[in-house]
């Protein structure tokens, strides 16, 4: 079946520092890629998405590239800030038919960054 | 913009007791979620509906039932509550798959549940 492989951190980084979270996915079909972004007791949303390979997503400072060729959607951002602190999950969609979207979540990275 | 609003946010419930977790989205889309988040388990899918009247088990289903009282909501009930259904529950929204917003899901902002 589908997964998605991302580490469970925590990340500890300073104000300012480079960003990187790790994403690798096994499917079966051609899906697409997200990552979502979960702030302290709130639900988790859209932070940027792929839906075809080489396509590179962006929002925020942040952009992640589809890369079929490693199966892999690596979360970048060049100079991260308090704000970001969050926990942040890589994500595939599929057609699950039927209409509904099947989506397989990573476990979360978690992020601190701290001034 | 109220988009996917779940309720209650918090609730504390005795080890068999029942419970109905209520969502509801405004965005008109078809396939509705519920999910559950476990420390380093990410989300696991517990139930879905695809469409208004049709509702399928997901990853974790055993111990709970659902209803997709029409297009707009969607209900995960606790028949019987157990420790170890003590979660997070998100319940998400989305367009069917093909539409312009493709494979992304709209969350609420969480049910924090504790079973003792």
């Known amino acids: 079946g589908d997964s998605v492989t991302q580490m469970e951190g925590p990340v500890t980084l300073s104000e300012e520092a480079f960003l990187t979270i790790n994403c690798t996915y096994t499917a079966t079909g051609y899906p697409s890629l997200f990552w979502y972004v979960q702030y302290p007791g709130e639900g988790l949303q859209l932070l940027l998405k792929?839906?075809?390979?080489?396509d590179k997503g962006s929002n925020k400072g942040f952009e992640a590239t589809y890369r079929k060729e490693t199966t892999s959607f690596h979360l970048e951002k060049g100079s991260v800030q308090v704000s970001d602190s969050a926990v942040y999950f890589c994500?595939?969609?599929?057609?699950?038919?039927?209409?509904?979207?099947?989506?397989?979540f990573g476990i979360g990275t978690k992020l601190q960054v701290i001034p | 913009n109220a988009g996917v609003t779940q309720t209650p946010k918090f609730q504390v419930l005795k080890t068999g007791q029942s419970m109905t977790l209520q969502c509801a989205q405004d965005?008109?889309?078809?396939?509705m979620y519920w999910y559950r988040q476990d420390p380093g388990m990410g989300l696991r899918l517990i139930y879905y509906s695809a469409s208004e009247g049709t509702t399928d088990k997901g990853e974790v289903p055993n111990g709970y039932n659902v209803s997709r009282l029409n297009k707009r909501e969607f209900s995960l009930r606790l028949e019987s509550a157990a420790p170890s259904q003590t979660s997070v529950y998100f319940c998400a929204s989305s367009e069917n798959w093909g539409q312009p917003n493709t494979g992304e899901l709209f969350f609420g902002e969480g049910s924090r549940l504790t079973v003792l």
């Open positions: 965005m008109n889309h078809n396939s």
């Open positions: 994500a595939l969609s599929e057609d699950g038919g039927g209409g509904y979207q099947k989506v397989t």
């Open positions: 792929a839906t075809k390979a080489d």
